[in-house]
């Protein structure tokens, strides 16, 4: 039995007075995740341990079957992986968007909806003007870059952009973290204190806007009234983590891949010892490229053990509190990507289980990633399928796997 997931990144939501009350999967009824829920099992999972972020490099992490407690160090390291930087044990590696700021408030997470070409530009200025021996800028994909300093100190608080639209930006500048006291924090192997890490981001912060409001880039996109990529945004950032194969981790998993736009995913991938597929036209965004998704998984599977798709748009949607985008982008998932894997999946000889689900909930109300279970469809040729026959937040209550914890989904998938 092969496997392959299919997750939604955000795709799960609240009720929606626009929509009669509804959830958007109640209101959308995506016709294939419809036909797996009526044809499988379904549950709803708790993919965040208590006391971590509702992020996606924690849910997805836990998703793939792995112990947050003895892994996690943030979201700077594993997309270091996946843009091939190789951190050594004195490096800091924390996420840097480049968002935008308006009237002292972040207006958006994400620049503008900056694209990579344009975010190259301004990656390399930023390093030319405040990169140094100790710091160091690197590219990634579309905002999300990474910001290394060497030395710097992981215990520290930062505010994800994400969460905090529409809010004063001055408040939520990085601050050493009060809740750890060990005096030894301040001197592990040599790094700065926590205090000098958070100085030295709030620094580059402050310089990086002085900077980039000079920029031509930010100057055309002034004078034609559009959104500027007007300041940086580190969060999340931590040491080299020690991860285990996903191979090690399961017997049952001889070889995977992971099929991805965002750096987040494809560095969580690396470091599980997935196959990094890289889909031309994968854009993180609505308008990725689900056919070549669909294509490169279906590609995968005739290879590989287990397939890991990640589609981000729902997501970057929520975020955006843009309803009508979402839906459209959950009717895409369905239709352009789940339909033809689904399709190719009954021409194969090999059986293969089929698993689809969000990592968290991103509600466009509220625009932000929240700490809540999300409904999930196991399905295989074979299965006894349950009472339940919708796939939205509460009809899957009432499936057969019940409200399943962290590592429990994957162990429950390996199972089959």
Request: proline share 6%; net charge negative; glycine share 8%.
């Amino acid at each position: 039995m092969k496997h392959i997931i299919i997750l939604g990144d955000g795709m799960a939501d609240h009720p929606v007075a626009r929509l009669g009350d509804k959830t958007l999967l109640q209101y959308a009824r995506p016709q294939y995740m419809e036909q797996l829920a009526k044809e499988g099992r379904t549950g709803r999972l708790i993919t965040v341990p208590e006391g971590f972020p509702p992020g996606s490099e924690v849910a997805n992490t836990a998703i793939l079957g792995y112990d947050l407690n003895k892994v996690y160090e943030g979201r700077g390291p594993l997309e270091a992986a996946s843009i091939g930087y190789e951190m050594t044990d004195d490096d800091f590696a924390i996420r840097c968007n480049i968002i935008t700021l308006e009237d002292g408030k972040i207006i958006t997470h994400n620049g503008g909806n900056l694209e990579t070409d344009d975010a190259r530009i301004l990656i390399e200025y930023l390093n030319e003007h405040l990169g140094s021996d100790r710091v160091k800028f690197i590219t990634g994909i579309q905002y999300r870059h990474l910001l290394v300093i060497k030395g710097g100190n992981k215990h520290i608080v930062c505010a994800p952009p994400h969460d905090h639209p529409n809010e004063p930006w001055r408040p939520l500048l990085v601050k050493p973290d009060d809740t750890v006291c060990c005096d030894s924090v301040s001197t592990e192997k040599g790094r700065m204190t926590p205090q000098e890490t958070a100085d030295l981001i709030n620094d580059l912060i402050l310089r990086s806007q002085e900077l980039l409001a000079k920029h031509p880039y930010n100057i055309a996109k002034a004078e034609k009234g559009e959104r500027q990529a007007n300041s940086i945004w580190p969060w999340s950032g931590g040491y080299r983590p020690s991860m285990q194969t996903l191979m090690a981790q399961y017997p049952q998993v001889k070889s995977g891949s992971v099929i991805s736009a965002v750096d987040l995913i494809q560095g969580i991938g690396r470091y599980a010892g997935l196959r990094i597929i890289k889909v031309p036209g994968a854009t993180g965004l609505a308008n990725t490229n689900y056919e070549g998704k669909a294509e490169a998984a279906i590609d995968a599977l005739r290879t590989d053990d287990f397939v890991f798709v990640h589609v981000e748009a729902t997501d970057e949607a929520g975020h955006d509190g843009d309803l009508d985008l979402k839906l459209k982008a959950i009717d895409y998932l369905d239709k352009r990507l789940i339909k033809p894997i689904l399709e190719a999946i009954y021409e194969m000889d090999e059986d293969v289980c089929v698993a689809v689900l969000p990592d968290h909930p991103t509600p466009v109300e509220m625009r932000i990633h929240v700490n809540e279970p999300v409904p999930f469809i196991i399905w295989h040729k074979g299965i006894v399928p349950d009472e339940v026959q919708h796939y939205d937040e509460e009809s899957c209550v009432n499936g057969s796997y019940g409200l399943l914890r962290l590592n429990e989904f994957m162990n429950e998938l390996m199972k089959i």
